[in-house]
């Protein structure tokens, strides 16, 4: 095989938050030109982990390839986009920044060019009728460019993460490409749960009940949310979310600042004083973050770049999968 195919490929990331999807495709092989944001906690947490990455703060709404011309032609546009709402999606209203995002990357297609893109949002974006002018908006100019494409769903704990996540993906390769991709099959293992995943970070500062709360937090975490960037502090999303959490012994109002030491209780008659809360750190463990990735910022600016983040491992499953369907080996 020729050494070009053996080598990495060239990725441009957008919305690229605290690199979860880019760290997983760099696992993949894909090393980034670029990597693009807005907010200046997620461009200092990938700076803090990847100094060497071309780190760029600014909206995607203005950025343009003209001027940086590095990533012309690359081999993946990757993106992990703000939620889209299915309200946004019916009125498509001017005001809808999340629309606006998506209109932005699709247009960026014309400028960079590459050889695939991949964008990663809400399940409901690939099915739902509410969400259908914007499928039809992404079929046409990606038509009209000569990229075919497709949409499917996959959920996170089927590719190594401890949590329920469902993710709408969308894959688009230049020409006939498209008929090599396979999207990334399931795990034949058993979803890793909470208690697995977190036993032991706590019991890290002897916090002595650490196993007994491992065996009864026995399932993947529900879905973890950043929340909103404007309003509010961390917590681990909304009330559905609080309940299975709780079921977990876990308090879901909050995160905490530290693990629980020796000191702390374990009576299930104290309610949620009797539950752990769970750190930024053990959010992203949940998130499939390695435990040497760091996060820039006040805890609840981190808690955020957590719960808004791409699970790293299903970054990693989908660049092997895009890797493959262009010809190079995983």
């Keep these: 095989m020729e050494e070009s195919r053996l080598g990495n490929l060239s990725s441009l990331a957008v919305c690229a938050g605290a690199g979860g999807l880019a760290l997983g495709l760099e696992q993949a092989g894909f090393d980034p030109v670029l990597l693009l944001d807005n907010r200046a906690a997620a461009c200092e947490t990938l700076r803090l982990n990847r100094p060497k990455w071309n780190v760029v703060e600014t909206d995607l709404l203005d950025f343009d390839p003209v001027d940086h011309q590095e990533t012309y032609d690359v081999d993946l546009l990757a993106a992990g986009l703000p939620r889209v709402k299915a309200s946004a999606a019916v009125a498509r209203e001017d005001s809808a920044e999340e629309i606006r995002v998506l209109e932005a990357t699709i247009m960026l297609m014309h400028g960079v060019q590459p050889r695939a893109l991949l964008i990663e949002n809400v399940p409901d974006l690939v099915s739902k009728p509410a969400y259908e002018p914007i499928r039809a908006y992404v079929t046409t100019e990606l038509e009209h460019l000569g990229y075919r494409h497709r949409w499917f769903v996959l959920n996170a704990m089927d590719h190594g993460v401890p949590q329920d996540r469902k993710q ?59 929340g909103s960037w404007n309003r509010g502090g961390a917590d681990l999303g909304p009330t559905g979310s609080k309940r299975s959490w709780a079921r977990m012994r876990v308090n879901g109002g909050t995160v905490a600042d530290e693990l629980p030491g020796p000191e702390f209780p374990w009576d299930l008659s104290l309610g949620v004083k009797g539950m752990v809360a769970l750190t930024v750190e053990q959010a992203a463990r949940l998130q499939g973050f390695p435990a040497d990735w760091s996060f820039a910022g006040r805890k609840t600016a981190r808690y955020r770049q957590v719960g808004h983040a791409s699970p790293p491992p299903v970054g990693r499953a989908l660049g092997c999968a895009i890797r493959a369907a262009l010809g190079h080996r995983a």
Aim: glycine share 8%; net charge negative; charged share 15%.
């Design 168 to 226: 709408g993906v969308l894959v688009a390769f230049k020409g006939d490409l498209i008929e090599n991709f396979v999207a990334p099959v399931p795990d034949t293992k058993p979803p890793i749960t909470v208690g697995a995943a977190l036993r032991s970070s706590m019991a890290a500062r002897g916090w002595p009940y650490a196993d007994a709360w491992a065996a009864q937090a026995d399932q993947p975490a529900p879905t973890l949310v950043g």
